[in-house]
């Protein structure tokens, strides 16, 4: 790294890193729109073990990550631990991956912050107004708060997490009053409903809960003491996240129980969980859950807004893009320039997909998030396997656990919830045209990654210098 080149600025510690880990997992949108999935195309009443499942896979994987991260020294993340365990040609393809997948998801989520706060506005206030207006205002303001400094949006963050989590301590707090402790579900963890149904779409649709994790290597630049916090941060994130989610989830489906959860299911549908507040707390409780799902969307678009934006920080800081991306702002630290080509390029996109007349909920959202998270797993898989390489290689001190055991069990859980979903593209997909959008995704992910992969080995055959730089990128 030049010494000459401005680096990011703050002095984020453990909590605020966990804050925007947290945001980004987006725990209300999870119990909102995830438990409901996970419940009726997975397992039914056993959805906290799936969970639990992909807690453990997460832990696994956590640990290998935490074990390699003192050998990174930059903000880039996955592809700093690809490039590092693999070479830079898979970690550059890695890279353009990771950009795309995210930027992929965040667009979804504009979208589908337009349309949940169009249909929010006019269900209680009667003010009709395009969605697409809302989206718009969404990108204004993320790309206010993404050009500002780091400290400004974990304090957003932080605000609106204690809000929606907030929200969800109060509904499992009802459950358990109603219910006491010996009333919930213990049919959730029998055998034979862990097994029914479809437990790997279950589990496929825990690990998306996930979707972020890694941001807190990547505000390694930004955090106080990095050694130290970092791993604190990384650990508590995960531990905390999948800790909510299995009590939160089997406090729902307590609330139902196992001898109604099909029939609730089937009657309810994507409304699962909002139809459980309202049996305990009213109307007027779920309306206010639906303003604070909104915040939830938007916490998490603008975490991912801050990974992507230091993703491409670190790309243009090592000459992989234009050093413009790398610009550092004089008096908030941040990577203003790459946060501003990103708003521009979201406006851009929704100019488009505006124009196709593309539904914001069943296509924009659909087809966005669906692809860009299998990217991230991919991503994920790639990451497990690194370290392994890593540390076989390197011969650096550690602990077998640590740098085997652990990131190859988290490997083989990722490997297998990316099977899964590959497998099901097309219903997880959904529509007329599910096939044939499943076959452009993947398509369109393998030549995203090949693209980078060319570039670095053109790199190597042409622009042996600029190949060279690239090991910095680790």
């Known amino acids: 790294m030049e010494d000459g080149k401005k680096k990011l600025k703050g002095s984020l510690g453990v909590a605020p890193i966990v804050m925007m880990v947290v945001a980004t997992a987006a725990p209300l949108t999870v119990m909102v729109a995830n438990t409901p999935l996970m419940v009726s195309m997975g397992n039914?009443?056993?959805?906290p073990v799936n969970a639990l499942i992909a807690t453990v896979i997460m832990l696994l994987f956590t640990v290998g990550f935490v074990a390699m991260s003192k050998y990174i020294t930059n903000a880039g993340a996955f592809y700093a631990f690809i490039q590092k365990g693999l070479g830079r040609s898979i970690g550059l393809g890695s890279a353009t991956l990771a950009v795309v997948s995210y930027s992929m998801i965040l667009v979804a989520l504009h979208a589908f912050i337009g349309y949940a706060t169009a249909d929010a506005l006019n269900g209680l206030l009667s003010i009709n107004v395009p969605w697409w207006i809302y989206s718009f205002g969404a990108v204004a303001l993320i790309a206010f708060l993404g050009y500002r400094d780091i400290e400004l949006s974990s304090k957003f963050l932080g605000i609106a997490l204690i809000l929606e989590i907030a929200v969800v301590i109060l509904v499992d707090i009802a459950i358990l009053w109603d219910k006491g402790p010996t009333g919930l579900e213990m049919a959730s963890f029998e055998m034979a409903n862990i097994i029914s149904g479809s437990p790997g779409l279950g589990i496929l649709f825990a690990?998306?809960?996930?979707i972020g994790f890694e941001s807190t290597v990547i505000y390694r630049e930004e955090a106080r003491d990095p050694d130290r916090t970092i791993p604190k941060a990384t650990y508590?994130?995960?531990?905390?996240?999948?800790?909510?989610?299995?009590?939160?989830?089997?406090?729902?489906?307590?609330?139902?129980?196992?001898?109604?959860?099909?029939?609730?299911?089937?009657?309810?549908?994507a409304d699962l969980y909002l139809a459980v507040t309202e049996s305990y707390f009213g109307v007027i409780f779920m309306d206010v859950m639906?303003?604070?799902?909104?915040?939830?969307?938007?916490?998490?678009?603008?975490?991912?807004?801050n990974i992507v934006v230091r993703y491409k920080y670190t790309l243009g800081r090592y000459g992989v893009l234009p050093e413009r991306f790398a610009d550092v702002h004089d008096e908030y630290g941040s990577p203003h320039v790459s946060s501003a080509i990103l708003s521009a390029f979201c406006v851009a996109a929704f100019?488009?997909?505006?124009?196709?007349?593309?539904?914001?909920?069943?296509?924009?959202?659909a087809w966005g998030a669906m692809a860009g998270t299998l990217g991230y797993m991919v991503i994920l898989s790639l990451t497990c396997a690194a370290v392994?390489?890593?540390?076989?290689?390197?011969?650096?001190?550690?602990?077998?656990?640590?740098?085997?055991?652990?990131?190859?069990?988290?490997?083989?859980?990722?490997?297998?919830?990316?099977?899964?979903a590959v497998s099901n593209l097309p219903d997880l997909i959904g529509g007329d045209h599910a096939k044939t959008v499943s076959i452009l995704v993947l398509l369109f992910l393998l030549a995203t990654f090949a693209f980078g992969f060319c570039v670095a080995?053109?790199?190597?055959?042409h622009q042996p210098v600029r190949f060279e730089a690239l090991r910095q990128l680790a």
């Open 236 to 269: 508590t994130a995960v531990l905390s996240v999948g800790a909510f989610y299995v009590i939160s989830m089997w406090c729902a489906v307590s609330a139902i129980g196992h001898d109604n959860i099909a029939a609730f299911a089937e009657a309810h549908g």
């Open 457 to 461: 080995e053109r790199f190597r055959a």
């Open 388 to 420: 392994v390489v890593f540390f076989r290689r390197e011969k650096t001190p550690g602990q077998l656990w640590t740098t085997v055991i652990a990131p190859t069990g988290g490997l083989i859980g990722i490997l297998g919830c990316l099977w899964v």
């Open 44 to 47: 039914g009443i056993s959805a």
């Open 351 to 365: 100019t488009v997909l505006i124009a196709t007349g593309a539904d914001p909920a069943t296509e924009i959202y």
């Open 207 to 210: 690990i998306f809960s996930f």
């Open 290 to 305: 639906h303003v604070l799902l909104i915040t939830s969307l938007f916490a998490c678009a603008l975490s991912l807004h």
